[in-house]
């Protein structure tokens, strides 16, 4: 069904080109099959059903959420077989309670001590059968508990003689994202696997089943060339992919499948600056590619049809103005378009972008709009 | 009535004191007393009817939005008289009819020639009474005319010629935000106030009434000695304050009302981090105090009954963590709290911040949820 031409959508606007999040999605899955691995995608960077379901082949299926707010909202849409991938603390215990007790598959993760004693606590209380991934950290980056530590045998042996399954150990390469060439990613994608197989050798030796060995991040899922002992891959950016991604060469700037719509408001043009009504409420403040070898600002430049423009990105946010200017600064080469121009600008952290809309218009590689796709936010 | 203790409270969540909101309030509103001057407060940073009506005395008065969503929601609060301070584009215009004709006192604002063509023949194809401002450009920052330059006198005649009354002039002060200290900021309102009175009094002096100068911004508010000519001031982020503006010396850190609950949910002792269930989804990627003389991270960090904790600030943050330390990175001297622990986090630019959440959370100085206060959002 049509809901009309983008020319009339009020700015800012997000937009999502199918075909494109489409295509991204069968290379991933291509690659889950070539590697021979369970796919169970992340969508804290689409949240949104018809997103999910397309990276899940159609049909619900396993899925990693950031928060339990999404858990709500995709079990309600089918999806029962949910990770819960942040660590859990005891204050959201009755949540998670809650969701189980509505037949929802849920595992939760934990690195500490403190954390299993709560779950052991919360299950001899209430009965609840919850399942565990123990993180691991495989690269310094976050959280997790080191593949080598005695602390790993000693949590699981708390879960386990509380009741809790040792479901097994997950991690997340978010070292990855700084990673500077197709070798240093490859080189984590196999670290990632390493150490976090290690880990679960270690639980099984002392007598664990541990069966689950999670492992994820965009970049590692697309240049590990080995996944030998990985139970599942998780990974969620590649659905859209953005600035940051293609910076790193995970991808190309034509994969990227959302942009920011927005208008021309105005121009100062002895500065050559063109003003736009997209500010950082739209954008977001990330600033992911500041720390690569090139730096997009607040985002790259396309025209309405979404024609990159390369030499042009906006260098400035407010809430809702964005700056646009030549990426070299030459005044004398400004985007001269009339106010009221329609362009699009390309994101540099679509999990951050998309965050900041309700919505997706959905685009068929032309102008008109063709769905409408709703997003859940918040906690 | 209350809603509870924060400490059953899912995390990450916005909290708002309002008492110390109430002070911010009648402060401004004290200054704008004695400085003999209209108060149309911005509601961009609260975006929500309550705080609205308490910057407005306790019920609804003059307004400024970002956007025409915030304009159609508190006109449905009773909000009548309302200020669109972004550059209005064509796309936009059947929207400010819309507002206009459900009797909505709307004023938008332009800055080129373009923009008042394209308002002027929307007048002359729907008979829309709508009034405008001429947007200034005081201090070289964003978007305006020059007060000097001859494109003030072309947009206004347009307009006059068309049918579109020429409201007078607004300004908005941002390099404020770039000062440094207590004189550089009073020379800054000086200037705001100065440049734009000046246009307004070009524009007379060609025999439009141009009776509104519109200037704002809360540290030039704050600063002003004289507003002599200006007949209404908008400020928005005094509301709530942050840690930008305290930064700026424009108030203390424990003026701050906004903050975001989050819990601890692990460690890694021996990098010196603590990690919360607040990331930059909670707490927004802006980083506005990384250019001032203290840089705050992604936020300072308070015990749970908001007492600040000055030696410690979110080091870095993923899309649901966050990673406290101390602010010289000493590893032995982490914030050793349990597994558990809640924590309030002090935002940098509180604009940001609260548009990642849905609501607030009242507290009256106390541990316990007095209300719940409803954000608008998106566009």
Chains 1, 2 share one sequence.
Not at 164 to 189: I, K, N, P, Q, W
Not at 249 to 263: E, F, M, N, Q
């Amino acid at each position: 069904m049509s809901h009309g031409n983008i020319a009339t959508l009020e700015t800012p606007a997000l937009l999502l080109e199918r075909p494109r999040m489409q295509a991204n999605i069968a290379r991933m899955r291509a690659r889950m099959k070539t590697l021979n691995v369970a796919f169970r995608p992340h969508v804290k960077t689409a949240k949104c059903v018809e997103a999910a379901l397309a990276m899940c082949g159609g049909s619900p299926g396993p899925i990693t959420v950031s928060t339990l707010r999404e858990a709500d909202f995709f079990s309600g849409h089918g999806f029962t077989d949910i990770l819960y991938a942040v660590g859990i603390t005891p204050n959201k215990l009755p949540h998670v309670q809650a969701l189980l007790a509505r037949g929802i598959r849920l595992t939760v993760i934990l690195d500490n001590i403190d954390s299993a004693r709560a779950l052991v606590d919360a299950v001899a209380a209430t009965g609840m059968r919850a399942g565990a991934l123990i993180e691991i950290d495989c690269d310094g980056h976050r959280a997790g508990v080191l593949p080598d530590s005695p602390l790993l045998l000693e949590i699981a042996g708390i879960l386990a003689a509380g009741g809790v399954t040792v479901a097994g150990v997950m991690t997340h390469a978010g070292g990855s994202y700084e990673c500077h060439s197709d070798e240093s990613l490859r080189a984590m994608a196999e670290q990632e696997r390493a150490r976090t197989v290690h880990a679960a050798q270690r639980l099984r030796a002392a007598g664990h089943a541990a069966p689950v060995v999670s492992v994820g991040s965009t970049p590692t899922a697309l240049f590990a060339q080995d996944l030998g002992g990985v139970t599942e891959v998780r990974a969620g950016v590649f659905v859209f992919f953005d600035l940051v991604m293609a910076g790193l060469g995970v991808c190309g700037v034509d994969d990227i499948a959302a942009s920011v719509l927005t208008t021309v408001i105005g121009h100062q043009r002895e500065k050559g600056w063109t003003l736009v009504d997209a500010g950082w409420m739209a954008m977001s403040r990330d600033r992911g590619t500041a720390a690569q070898a090139v730096d997009q600002g607040y985002g790259m430049v396309c025209d309405v049809r979404g024609l990159a423009l390369p030499d042009y990105i906006m260098i400035a946010a407010n809430q809702e103005h964005g700056i646009i200017a030549h990426r070299h600064g030459e005044a004398n080469a400004a985007l001269d378009v009339p106010v009221g121009t329609q362009l699009r600008i390309l994101p540099n952290h679509v999990c951050a972008t998309a965050a900041q809309h309700a919505r997706y218009q959905i685009l068929e590689g032309g102008g008109t709009v063709e769905a409408v796709w709703e997003r859940v936010g918040g906690w």
